[in-house]
């Protein structure tokens, strides 16, 4: 496949290679130093991979808008504010999640490495992308995870019964780690109907959004991204704090009562503060993520015996018949592997306008055409 094709439909397919190397360029010469840009293009790209658009390169000119704010800081070193065996409670000032949430979880995997058990609990972090990549991270080392995420300053969910916007889409995600070289387990989900980036995506002309995703002012349910956007104005990036509609929490009263528990532990617990307040309705944007770190071992397991439990359940939860004929039971994860495996081979599908809003963010970081179309290895 070429780095850069045009399908008879306009969609776009980019080659995650070509993709990675213009998104880090793009934030080096933005101001973030080499490691930093290639661990953004990475994380994002990474998502793209595993199907998951909304948290993917599509953020790229929101980021680069973010530094050129201050509202993400580049290069930052997390300040751990309080430092006992179990638990680090750490500041992550802003910086970038893909540079602190690494840096947060890689304090929770040596802790629980030397104890067995441990919690991080960031706040103040830029945006952590997919949460999944920081329970991959852990079970990389042989670690159960669980993080709880919220997203304070970002008032987009509607609690169940409510109109008006007071919850993040706040994602849970865990992972149970594998050997002998099987993939990690994943389960990765925002507490809202869809995350926010896939009302972003449907907005610019990619997969559409479910017809219960979104709730108008009015108090009606549809599958229309653009209440949540308002009129978005020609050159201007589609703003999800601007429209008068919201998103709605998954699952009724039950996912609404889960993004609380999100609010709780990842807000008010690490202190990261939650999405909004009474007298204070705007607040400034960062995720806080509160994190438990579980070795097998420290629960009595040895060698084997975790995860053949483990993979002996998956093959009884997967044997039950399919509803639709030719369908199968997926385990959490599953869908992003099958997404991955096809994608590294055709690229990733981009709608036309959020490529060329990429491509404008390169531009206006000083990347000439003639680098652009060298970088990528082909012309946009
Ligand atoms: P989603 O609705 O696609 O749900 C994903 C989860 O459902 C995964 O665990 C996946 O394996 C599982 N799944 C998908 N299809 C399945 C099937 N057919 N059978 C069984 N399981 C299946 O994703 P989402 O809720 O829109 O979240 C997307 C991403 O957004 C996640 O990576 C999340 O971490 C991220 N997010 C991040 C933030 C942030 O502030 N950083 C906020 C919200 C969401």
């Known amino acids: 496949m070429p780095p850069v094709h045009h399908d008879d439909n306009g969609s776009v397919y980019v080659q995650v290679e070509p993709l990675k190397a213009l998104v880090a360029e793009t934030f080096s010469r933005s101001g973030c130093s080499a490691a930093e840009a290639s661990r953004i293009a990475t994380r994002l790209s990474g998502a793209n991979l595993r199907g998951h658009d909304s948290h993917g390169v599509i953020r790229v000119p929101r980021y680069a808008n973010w530094l050129n704010d201050g509202v993400q800081v580049a290069d930052v070193t997390v300040d751990i504010k309080l430092d006992n065996e179990m638990l680090a409670v750490i500041d992550g000032k802003f910086g970038f999640g893909q540079t602190v949430g690494e840096q947060a979880i890689d304090i929770g995997i040596g802790k629980a490495a030397e104890h067995g058990i441990a919690i991080t609990a960031l706040q103040n972090a830029g945006h952590l992308g997919r949460i999944g990549d920081w329970a991959e991270r852990a079970a990389a080392q042989g670690l159960v995870s669980i993080h709880m995420v919220n997203v304070r300053g970002s008032l987009i969910v509607a609690p169940f019964g409510g109109i008006d916007r007071r919850m993040s889409t706040s994602p849970f995600c865990a992972g149970i780690p594998m050997n002998n070289g099987e993939d990690p387990i994943i389960l990765d989900m925002a507490t809202s109907v869809v995350a926010e980036g896939k009302a972003l995506v449907a907005l610019k002309g990619g997969k559409a959004l479910p017809e219960d995703a979104i709730i108008t002012e009015t108090g009606e349910i549809t599958g229309d991204p653009q209440p949540l956007y308002g009129e978005v104005r020609q050159g ?32 008010a617990l690490t202190g990261s503060g939650c999405a909004g307040a009474l007298n204070e309705p705007k607040r400034r944007f960062c995720n806080g993520m509160f994190s438990i770190y579980l070795s097998p071992e420290a629960f009595g397991h040895s060698d084997d015996s975790f995860v053949s439990e483990v993979r002996s359940y998956v093959a009884f939860l997967k044997s039950s018949r399919p509803t639709e004929a030719g369908g199968e039971v997926l385990i959490p994860g599953e869908k ?20 060329s809003d ?19 290895g082909s012309k946009p």
């Open 336 to 355: 992003e592997k099958q997404t991955m495996a096809e994608r590294l081979v055709t690229g990733l599908p981009l709608a036309p306008e959020a490529w």
């Open 236 to 267: 201007e990036f589609p703003d999800p704090s601007k429209g008068p509609g919201a998103l709605r929490a998954f699952g009724n009263h039950k996912g609404s009562g889960l993004n609380f528990l999100m609010e709780m532990m990842a807000g």
């Open 358 to 376: 990429i491509v404008d963010t390169a531009r206006n970081a000083n990347m000439s055409q003639a680098e652009i179309e060298a970088t990528l």
